[in-house]
């Protein structure tokens, strides 16, 4: 009788030591892939002095949307952000680790208003890290995509010559 309630007892605190893991679990995101999430810089312009303000936020609209899907867009404010983008994972990606996710690109813009309207931009390279209990998981971001930002940067002062 006694080892049958030491096995019940032993069952019970193994399924309540469990429980109490799952959410712990769940949250503990510093470290996701083999690194640690961080936040991007951003990249500031010296500025479109020749162009008036309406022109570089056409141009910076047309841009970004020419590649990804906008989320969040306020011309008054001169704010845009995108949804995240799948993209395919890099060389050196696929080198580092074969269980890391498909990563994502998002670009976040920030137009200043005064001239020579400096145009702040960062473009975000996260992972999807889905936590045992999250039903859509959350983006964690691993670095800036600066082969996405000069393409940006190049691409709006073509724009501009026009």
């Not at 609209?61 to 011309?75: C, E, H, K, L, T």
């Not at 845009?80 to 050196?92: M, N, P």
Request: glycine letters at 4%; aromatic letters at 10%.
């Amino acid at each position: 009788m006694k080892k049958q309630t030491d096995d019940w007892l032993f069952s019970i605190v193994v399924i309540l030591l469990a429980i109490s893991i799952l959410p712990v679990m769940n949250c503990c995101s510093f470290v996701v892939g083999g690194f640690k999430p961080r936040e991007v810089d951003w990249i500031t312009t010296s500025g479109y002095p020749d162009s008036n303000y309406e022109a570089v936020w056409g141009a910076v609209v047309a841009v970004v949307s020419s590649d990804f899907n906008i989320a969040m867009v306020d011309g008054s404010s001169g704010y845009l952000q995108t949804f995240w983008k799948q993209v395919d994972r890099t060389a050196e990606e696929i080198k580092e680790s074969s269980y890391i996710n498909q990563p994502a690109l998002r670009v976040t813009c920030q137009l200043q208003k005064q001239n020579p309207f400096k145009l702040k931009l960062k473009v975000e390279r996260a992972y999807l890290r889905q936590g045992i209990l999250e039903s859509t998981g959350h983006w964690v971001t691993k670095s800036s995509d600066e082969e996405m930002v000069t393409k940006t940067l190049n691409a709006v002062n073509d724009m501009l010559k026009e």
